[in-house]
C-alpha cells in the first residue's frame, strides 16, 4: 500500500520548489533568452548601442570558413574524449569489481581526479608533457621524436583529447562500478556454470544490464565535451596552434570576450545551444531504444 504525501499548507509545496525554479531562471533562461536576443542584434564594442538585424549574425557566423574548421574540430574532439572517457572507465570498473587485494583503495584513487578543476588537470599535463620542463614530454625529445604540442596541431589536439577524458574517466568510472554492483552475482554464476567465458559474459549479461548507465553517461559526456572542456582547452593551448583546438565554446568565448563581437559570440553560442539539444533528442529517439531497463 502505498502512502500519499499531504501538505496542510497549500503554499508549501511552492515554496519547496521556489529554490531550484529560481536558480533554473537566474542560470539558464534568463542567458539563454539574453543570447538569443543579441543574437539578432548588432552591438557597438561596449554594448551601449544596438541596432536589430534578424538573422545577418547567423548569416555571418555559418558563412565564416573558419567557423566550419571549428566546427569539424569540435566534432572530432567530442567524440573522442567521449569514446575515450567511457571506455576507460568502463574498463576500469570491470577491473576494480574483481576479486582482487586492494580494490577499495583502487576505487578511491580512481575517484580522487574528478574533485580537480578542469584547469588545474590541464595544468598538471602541461607540466608533463611540455617539451621543456615536462618529464614525458622531454623524455620523448630524447628518444627523437619532435615532440612539441605548441607548434603541432595533431599533438596539441591528442594531448587536449587526453587531458578532457582523464577529467571524465572519474565521473564515468563511479556509475559504471555502480551498475556492475547493482547485477545480481546469481546470474554471472548460472552463465559461469552453462560454461560461457569472461569475455562471453561481458558482452551477452554484463553490458545489455548496464545500457540505462551507458545511454545516461553518452548523453553526460556530449554535453561535457561540448561545453565543459573551455577550462582545459584555455589552459593547455588556449585553441591553437593556428586553431588546431579551437572548439565552439572556445570560439564564442574568443569572439565574444576578446573580439567584442557580442552579436555574432551570442548567434554562436545560440547555434551550439541547438546543436547540443538536437543530438540529445536523436540520442533519446533512437540510441534509447536499445536500452533495456531492468
Not at 572542456?229 to 583546438?245: D, E, N, R, S, V
Request: net charge positive; hydrophobic share 55%; proline share 4%.
Amino acid at each position: 500500500m502505498q502512502r500519499r504525501v499531504t501538505f496542510d499548507n497549500r503554499l508549501l509545496p511552492y515554496l519547496l520548489l521556489a529554490p531550484q525554479v529560481a536558480v533554473t531562471l537566474v542560470f539558464f533562461i534568463w542567458p539563454a533568452a539574453n543570447a538569443i536576443w543579441q543574437s539578432v542584434h548588432l552591438q557597438d564594442a561596449f554594448g551601449i548601442r544596438s541596432e536589430f538585424v534578424w538573422f545577418e549574425n547567423f548569416t555571418n557566423v555559418l558563412g565564416d570558413p573558419n567557423y566550419l574548421d571549428t566546427l569539424k574540430v569540435t566534432v572530432v574532439f567530442s567524440l573522442a574524449v567521449t569514446v575515450l572517457a567511457m571506455g576507460l572507465a568502463l574498463l576500469l570498473a570491470v577491473l576494480a569489481d574483481s576479486k582482487i587485494k586492494g580494490a577499495r583503495a583502487y576505487k578511491t584513487l580512481l575517484i580522487w581526479p574528478y574533485a580537480l578543476a578542469p584547469a588545474v588537470a590541464a595544468v598538471l599535463w602541461m607540466f608533463i608533457f611540455n617539451p621543456d620542463i615536462g618529464s614525458f614530454g622531454r623524455a620523448l625529445r630524447a628518444l627523437g621524436y619532435d615532440w612539441d604540442y605548441r607548434l603541432n596541431g595533431g599533438q596539441a589536439l591528442t594531448m587536449v583529447i587526453m587531458a578532457a577524458s582523464w577529467k571524465q574517466v572519474s565521473y564515468n568510472f563511479i556509475f559504471f562500478l555502480a551498475g556492475l554492483q547493482a547485477i545480481p552475482r546469481s546470474v554471472m554464476e548460472a552463465a559461469s556454470i552453462d560454461g560461457a567465458g569472461p569475455v562471453r559474459r561481458f558482452w551477452t549479461i554484463t553490458f545489455p544490464l548496464l545500457s540505462p548507465t551507458t545511454f545516461f553517461l553518452l548523453v553526460v559526456d556530449m554535453v561535457y565535451a561540448f561545453f565543459e572542456t573551455f577550462g582545459t582547452i584555455h589552459a593547455l593551448t588556449q585553441g591553437g596552434p593556428g586553431k588546431a583546438t579551437e572548439t565552439l565554446i572556445f570560439r564564442v568565448y574568443q569572439d565574444g570576450v576578446v573580439n567584442n563581437d557580442l552579436g555574432g559570440s551570442s548567434a554562436q553560442s545560440v547555434i551550439l545551444m541547438v546543436i547540443v539539444i538536437a543530438l540529445t533528442a536523436v540520442q533519446f529517439r533512437f540510441v534509447e531504444r536499445k536500452v533495456h531497463y531492468s
